[in-house]
């Protein structure tokens, strides 16, 4: 059993701190929302009055914030959590923020002497409930060993994917290969619609050739086909598309700084700002297919 702060306990830092409880953690919780607080506290967590009250002499520190300045701020900043923790407590960042935060966090928490990964997920809330996210982990081997056994009560996959920062820089390519594939495959159907092709036809065609990917199999953009995606209970998030926009703004900021082309992931960013931009932000990003469509 660890002694473990969680700072974050929002739509996913909530259910992913219920299950370290109930691997038989020791959860202190701490978010700036008190209602957010109240549903950890009735998973099993030890309400903290602040962040200096939640890190206090505790084994790890997990923080799953909603961006990069939020991270930068809750470890840097004054009265951050690199000033505050025990020497040897092992820091988690499992939030998706920009490669240049991460490592920026990952180096200001070395300086100070602690050991820190980048570890953002995939699989959404129905996967931080069930304990099945994919983590993908920037930092050294030891800080990795280290990580290994807490984040494993919190998932199901976990990928060392490099030095400090590959985690997240994993986590924005996958995205924007999804971005972009939802769009791809909500074309296809606007398309099947003009010419009179029943989307099930095109589902049973496409799912098994080469126009097979997760977007069109598991998380199709059109009701009917996949039972449980989010087209068939009107678009309801799932992930949103106000998500989706910051993921791909955060994959066109790397493909800038790094001099990768990427237009396809530029186009994909315009398409999911502009459907934020109309108020459908809070909608699945699977609704994109409804924009294209002008519906
Ligand atoms: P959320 O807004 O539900 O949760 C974030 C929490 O952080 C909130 O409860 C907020 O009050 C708290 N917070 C903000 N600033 C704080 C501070 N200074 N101190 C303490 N608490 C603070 O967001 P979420 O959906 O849980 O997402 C969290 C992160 O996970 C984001 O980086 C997001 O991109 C990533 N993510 C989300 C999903 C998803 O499906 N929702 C999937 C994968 C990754």
Redesign the pocket.
């Known amino acids: 059993m660890a002694r473990i702060a969680f700072?974050?306990?929002?739509?996913?830092?909530g259910p992913m701190a219920a299950n370290l409880v109930k691997a038989q953690h020791q959860v202190r919780a701490?978010?700036?929302?008190a209602e957010?607080l109240d549903r950890a506290e009735a998973a099993g967590a030890e309400r903290a009055a602040s962040?200096a009250d939640a890190v206090r002499d505790v084994d790890a520190v997990v923080t799953?914030?909603?961006?990069g300045p939020?991270v930068r701020?809750?470890y840097l900043g004054e009265g951050g959590i690199v000033g505050l923790v025990a020497p040897g407590t092992l820091l988690i960042d499992?939030?998706?923020?920009d490669v240049d935060a991460a490592r920026a966090v990952a180096a200001g928490a070395a300086a100070a002497g602690f050991e820190m990964i980048d570890a953002?997920?995939?699989g959404?809330?129905g996967g931080a409930s069930a304990g099945t996210l994919t983590f993908m982990v920037g930092g050294s081997e030891a800080a990795f060993a280290r990580a290994e056994p807490i984040l494993q009560h919190m998932g199901k996959t976990i990928v060392h994917t490099g030095a400090s920062g590959a985690g997240q820089a994993a986590k924005i390519c996958n995205n924007m290969i999804l971005g972009i594939s939802m769009i791809a495959v909500s074309e296809g159907f606007n398309l099947a619609e003009k010419l009179g092709l029943d989307p099930q036809k095109l589902f049973d065609v496409a799912s098994r050739s080469s126009g097979q990917c997760w977007s069109m199999t598991t998380y199709c953009p059109v009701p009917g086909p996949v039972p449980a995606s989010p087209a068939n209970r009107d678009y309801q998030a799932g992930?949103t598309a106000a998500?989706m926009a910051?993921?791909m703004r955060l994959a066109q900021q790397a493909a800038q700084t790094s001099g990768a082309v990427t237009p396809l992931g530029a186009a994909a960013a315009q398409l999911y700002g502009l459907m934020n931009a109309v108020g459908r932000g809070g909608q699945d990003f699977s609704g994109i297919i409804r924009v294209l469509a002008g519906k």
């Open positions: 700072i974050g306990v929002g739509n996913m830092g701490f978010d700036l929302s957010n962040l799953m914030l909603p961006a939020e701020a809750v499992a939030s998706t923020i953002p997920v995939s959404g809330v992930f998500m910051k993921d």
